[in-house]
């Protein structure tokens, strides 16, 4: 199965998703933190994490967390497109 491409972290007072497709951060709950820890060590699906957190739901809706990924174009690597 496909998995969003993102990653996390917390300072002392917050945390914070990156996400990749996006290539934004964006705060998030210490809850919604926990469920997708979860999500990117393969505990629950996408779908569970969607389920269980309105906040999920909510970053899914607005595109963030896609299961489709960036692909770069290998032809523009060394030349500007």
Do not use: W
């Amino acid at each position: 199965m496909v998995q969003p491409l993102f990653y996390l972290f917390k300072t002392i007072n917050s945390c914070y998703l990156f996400d990749s497709n996006r290539n934004n951060i964006y705060p998030i709950s210490p809850d919604a933190y926990q469920i997708l820890f979860n999500l990117k060590d393969g505990d629950i699906t996408l779908e569970d994490a969607q389920n269980s957190s309105q906040e999920i739901s909510e970053l899914i809706k607005n595109g963030l967390l896609s299961v489709k990924h960036v692909k770069k174009n290998r032809a523009c690597l060394h030349t500007v497109c």
